[in-house]
């Protein structure tokens, strides 16, 4: 079992950074790919990004890449996502996850609680 717990999130304008932040407890953290997801009003959740177990290896989904950030440190146990130039289309609640890999919401056994992110035009 990983239990994980989101930090971060808010209101912000369009334009602006924001990170969020997820700590993870339980089984080893370094054994879990983790991964950001978010799910807009009305929309099904969708993958953002992940972070392979060392943290070297990235992926991003298009409509992220370039402006948005996923790192972890194993030794804190925690992921983070930058996310810079945010549009209003970023609003959403993210979601942090840990699996095994992939970019299907079934890829991944554990999930935080999520965090609501809002931007304003």
């Known amino acids: 079992q990983v239990q994980l717990v989101q930090f971060g999130g808010g209101l912000v304008q369009s334009g602006a950074s924001l990170r969020l932040s997820c700590a993870a407890s339980?089984?080893?953290?370094?054994?879990?790919?983790m991964a950001w997801f978010r799910q807009g009003p009305g929309k099904e959740r969708e993958f953002v990004a992940s972070?392979?177990?060392?943290?070297?290896?990235?992926s991003y989904a298009d409509s992220v890449e370039g402006r948005f950030t996923i790192s972890r440190d194993n030794a804190k146990n925690t992921v983070y996502l930058q996310m810079n130039s945010l549009e209003p289309e970023d609003t959403a609640a993210y979601y942090c996850?840990?699996?095994?890999?992939?970019?299907?919401?079934?890829?991944?056994?554990?999930w935080g609680q999520g965090t609501q992110v809002t931007v304003s035009s």
């Open positions: 996850a840990a699996g095994q890999g992939g970019r299907k919401r079934d890829d991944f056994y554990y």
């Open positions: 339980g089984q080893t953290f370094s054994l879990y790919v």
């Open positions: 972070i392979s177990r060392s943290g070297g290896t990235t």
